[in-house]
């Protein structure tokens, strides 16, 4: 559950460092 929960978080924070430089 912590390692998933992880790498949800990681993945949102990926998401959205992705969104503000592609803007």
Known sequence: ???S???NG???F???ML???QW
Do not use: A, C, F, P
Request: aromatic share 14%.
């Open 1 to 3: 559950m912590i390692i």
């Open 5 to 7: 929960t992880l790498s």
């Open 10 to 12: 990681w993945y949102v």
């Open 14 to 16: 990926g998401n959205v």
């Open 19 to 21: 969104r503000h430089m």
